[in-house]
Each structure stands twice: as structure tokens, then as C-alpha cells.
């Protein structure tokens, strides 16, 4: 009994050695003492000496990467715990996701990008019109920047860009007359593309229309849209208050018997609703001095010149002359820029010694511009084209004209072969009353 009781405890005692041997074991392999203990487990490779377990970093260089600071709290390596920690591209630490960020409020956004998109944290130009100002008052909430228009109606501030382009959110020039008729309305609804490139005013413009059941020539009557002129005789006194510079001429209307003699600058006639202006022992147009521009206008004069000129500047764009029975344009000294122009069945003309149907330069300007661009000269009851000297001239087309005599060859002209694109007004139809 003896014997087998102090084997018993011999063995107990050995086991009970082993057990505490086992536990001391187990106890070492739990705590770390340096990097290597660590080493393979992932994520936490770092031994932290004074608790004695192995952690993502103590230091931040124990981190790499993007995540390259160390959390204090978790010992684990993240994007940032301090705004410091972050780069250029995005400054900020947004402590909460310890990401870095581009912004967490709109002081932290620069000049160029004031704005703190919360839903991105992000600095953008704007996120809603009232964060824009100066030349870019409107924000394009697409595209996260202040911008200077989205629409028409934001051109408001200069009236020589009263357009918006966009496709590049800027306000431009007008081109077209549709353009001004959405922005200022039908009345006048015209681009004066022409000169500055603005769109002109009703309180600037002169209206003109024979419709008997509104319009009006008596005294006192100042050519508003609801109470146009009935003709263009009345014109010439509004047009010497200094108030008016364009007159607009809808469907058919009787010509005036006076001269332009303007020194304020350039009258702008256009015509609107198949504009046509009939003349009969007068000019349709005369003009003496200052500049006169006619655009989209049909005219006749059965018993005269068309249009005289003798001084200052004479444009015009897509006009047509027809039965002009002293002859098409006489030029006796103005300046002229013709284009996109069709002068048909007009003349005899007698000037001095010169017999002529469509077109004479009976004197050349002394200044300013002397051209003819895509024009056509057609079946006139005289020389077509008749110069003392010789002119610019592109894309001139003349057929058909009595006396066997297209353009003079004094003139300086070579015409073009065949109508077209960038031959004759082709696309200009010949004038009827």
C-alpha cells in the first residue's frame, strides 16, 4: 500500500509538473516580445511590446500604401487619422470613415472649387445658382460649375451677346432672327448680325404694314407693332427724331418719295411676311449720305430707279429687284456691299450717255467698299452690269440681258459659269407685287 501509494503520488506529482509546464507554454505563445512572434498572422504583424500582443501598427512607419498612418485607438493602419496625414488630391481626413476626402464642409474648398459637395465630399463649382456670381451667374448643376448661361434668357447683361451658346454654356452674338424672336418676342424679332451682333428693340424700330384694319400714316403716329404705318412716306420724320434705326417692312407696302441722309450711324431695313416694296415715279430707296443696310426685301419701281444711291454706304443681303423699269441699282458715288442679290427685269435706265438695265456704277466711292458677292444679273432690258471703273466682284452671275451685253468688261468682272452655291442668289426667288 505504501508502495503503491507513493507511486501514485510520484506520478501525480509528474503530472501535475507537466500540467504547469503546458500552461506556461500556452501563456508564452499568447504573448509576443518582438516582430517575429507576429510574423504570418495577417493584419497583425506588429508585436506591441507593452501589451504584449501582436497588432496592425503602433507607428505610422509601421504602415504602407494608402493606408499609411496608424490608428491609435484600433492599431490599425488606415488612410488618416489627421487631416495631415492626407495629400493634395484630397486634403482632408474625415476622421469618422478615416478616409481622406476632398472636403467635409465648403471652408475647406478652394477659390476654384468653393463649393463642399457633401453626397461625394467633393469641392465643385457650385451646387445651385445662388452659389454663382459675376461672369458665370449660373450654375450647370450637371456638369458642378458656375457657368455664364444655360439658356437665352441668362444673356442679359451684355445686349451684343444676347444668345447662349449651349454647347459651351457662353453668350454669343445673335445669327438669326428666330433667335431674337424667342428672346425679345416677334416684335420686331430681328438679329442685327449685321452691325454689333444684338438683338433689336421694338422701342428702336420702326414698323411698317398696309393692313388697313390697324395701321395709320396720319400725324402724330409713331409705327408701333399694334399701330404700324400704313406706308414708308411718314418714315423720314421718325427717323429725324434720332430714336429710330430700323425699320421693319411686313408684306406689301407703298414706298416713300424721301432721301436717307443719315449722320447717326447705319438705318437697317427688313423685311418680314414676304416684304415687298412698290414704288412708282420715286426711287423705292434713295440715299444721299450715312449708311443704309435692307435685308429679306422684295422691291419694284414701275416707273424708276430701284434704288439710287449718290453718297454714303449702300448694303445689301438678300434683296430682290424686279421691274425697275429706269434700271436695277444706280450707284452715283456710294460706297456698296451687295450680297445674296437678284436684280431681274429692270431698264431701260438712261444716265448721261449710258443706256443700262440692271446694275450701273455711274460713279465710283471715293472711300469704302465697292463689291458684288453672289449676286446674279438676269434678263434685264439693257446691259446687265455697267461700270466706269472697275469693282470687286465673287460669285457674279449675268444671263439673259437685252443688248447682248452681260456684265461691261470695264467693270473688271469675270462671271461665273453656272448658279449655285457660291454663284448668283439662287436661292433668291424674282419679286412680284
Not at 494608402?66 to 492626407?86: F, G, L, Q, W
Not at 441699282?329 to 436684280?343: E, H, P, S
Request: hydrophobic share 35%; with cysteine.
Amino acid at each position: 500500500m505504501d508502495a503503491f501509494g507513493d507511486a501514485a503520488d510520484a506520478s501525480t506529482d509528474a503530472s501535475g509538473d507537466r500540467g504547469g509546464d503546458v500552461s506556461d507554454a500556452s501563456d508564452a505563445k499568447a504573448r509576443c516580445t518582438g516582430p517575429t512572434d507576429c510574423a504570418g498572422d495577417g493584419g497583425t504583424n506588429v508585436c506591441d511590446v507593452d501589451a504584449g500582443t501582436c497588432v496592425g501598427c503602433v507607428a505610422n512607419s509601421d504602415c504602407t500604401g494608402s493606408s499609411h498612418a496608424c490608428d491609435p485607438e484600433t492599431k490599425k493602419c488606415v488612410a488618416c487619422v489627421k487631416s495631415t496625414d492626407c495629400q493634395s488630391s484630397a486634403p482632408v481626413c474625415d476622421t469618422a470613415a478615416k478616409a481622406c476626402v476632398g472636403c467635409l464642409k465648403s471652408t475647406d474648398c478652394p477659390a476654384a472649387a468653393p463649393v463642399c459637395d457633401a453626397s461625394v465630399k467633393m469641392c465643385v463649382g457650385c451646387l445651385k445658382t445662388a452659389d454663382c456670381s459675376g461672369a458665370a451667374p449660373v450654375c450647370n448643376t450637371a456638369a458642378k460649375a458656375c457657368v455664364e448661361c444655360l439658356a437665352t434668357s441668362d444673356c442679359k447683361s451684355d445686349p451684343a451677346r444676347p444668345v447662349c451658346d449651349t454647347a459651351r454654356h457662353v453668350c454669343v452674338k445673335c445669327s438669326t432672327d428666330a433667335e431674337c424672336a424667342a428672346k425679345l418676342g416677334a416684335d420686331p424679332g430681328v438679329c442685327l448680325s449685321h452691325q454689333d451682333g444684338r438683338c433689336a428693340t421694338a422701342a428702336e424700330t420702326i414698323f411698317v404694314e398696309n393692313d388697313t384694319s390697324k395701321c395709320s400714316d396720319v400725324a402724330g403716329m409713331t409705327g408701333r407693332p399694334d399701330k404700324p404705318l400704313c406706308t414708308m412716306q411718314p418714315g423720314a420724320a421718325l427717323l429725324s427724331t434720332g430714336t429710330y434705326d430700323v425699320i421693319v417692312v411686313r408684306g406689301t407696302v407703298p414706298a416713300g418719295t424721301w432721301t436717307l441722309a443719315s449722320t447717326t450711324g447705319e438705318i437697317s431695313i427688313i423685311g418680314q411676311k414676304s416684304a415687298f416694296l412698290a414704288a412708282s415715279a420715286s426711287p423705292a430707296l434713295s440715299l444721299t449720305n450715312g449708311g443704309l443696310f435692307v435685308r429679306d426685301l422684295q422691291i419694284s419701281a414701275s416707273a424708276a430707279v430701284g434704288i439710287n444711291a449718290t453718297g454714303g454706304t449702300l448694303r445689301l443681303d438678300d434683296v430682290t429687284l424686279s421691274a425697275c423699269l429706269k434700271g436695277g441699282i444706280l450707284l452715283g458715288g456710294a460706297a456698296f456691299d451687295i450680297k445674296n442679290t437678284l436684280i431681274t427685269g429692270s431698264g431701260p435706265g438712261t444716265q448721261g450717255s449710258t443706256t443700262w438695265g440692271g446694275l450701273f456704277v455711274s460713279v465710283l466711292p471715293a472711300t469704302g467698299a465697292k463689291s458684288l458677292t453672289r449676286v446674279t444679273i438676269r434678263d434685264n432690258k439693257q446691259v446687265g452690269l455697267t461700270c466706269v471703273g472697275a469693282i470687286a466682284g465673287s460669285g457674279v452671275f449675268a444671263t439673259g440681258n437685252v443688248g447682248g451685253v452681260d456684265v461691261n468688261p470695264s467693270c473688271g468682272i469675270t462671271p461665273c459659269p453656272t448658279e449655285g452655291p457660291t454663284c448668283g442668289a439662287a436661292m433668291r426667288p424674282a419679286a412680284a407685287p
